[in-house]
């Protein structure tokens, strides 16, 4: 079984910095691409980035242009940085992993339980 389990999220200040942090553990999955989608409240799950097990990024949104997403392969860790950070940014975070089950070699999809991350003016 696969779990991802995140943390860096609470309450920070608009115009501060954040650091979100996400490990993947378990065996028998060969992640290809992790990322950091978050919901805000009353709003859709919405990509801000992803990053590929070769390092390619993708970043999405307004939040994307003040992100820095980057993995450890090592460590199965991959980590989120935002800067400039805005009351409109207050929204639980989510990793996702998604790879290869080598058990069956299927595709798999996991995601973290979230960790929510408030903006005060």
């Known amino acids: 079984q696969v779990h991802l389990v995140e943390s860096g999220g609470g309450l920070v200040q608009a115009g501060e910095s954040l650091r979100l942090s996400c490990v993947a553990s378990?065996?028998?999955?060969?992640?290809?691409?992790m990322g950091w989608y978050r919901q805000a409240p009353g709003k859709q799950r919405e990509l801000v980035a992803a990053?590929?097990?070769?390092?390619?990024?993708n970043y999405q949104g307004s939040v994307g242009g003040r992100s820095s997403i980057s993995r450890d392969n090592a460590k199965n860790t991959v980590y989120l940085q935002i800067a400039r950070l805005e009351p409109e940014d207050t929204a639980v975070y989510y990793c996702?992993?998604?790879?290869?089950?080598?058990?069956?070699?299927?595709?798999?999809?996991?995601w973290g339980q979230g960790t929510l991350v408030t903006v005060s003016s």
């Open positions: 990053i590929s097990s070769g390092g390619d990024t």
């Open positions: 996702n992993a998604q790879g290869i089950d080598t058990t069956k070699y299927t595709f798999l999809e996991v």
């Open positions: 378990g065996s028998s999955f060969q992640i290809n691409e």
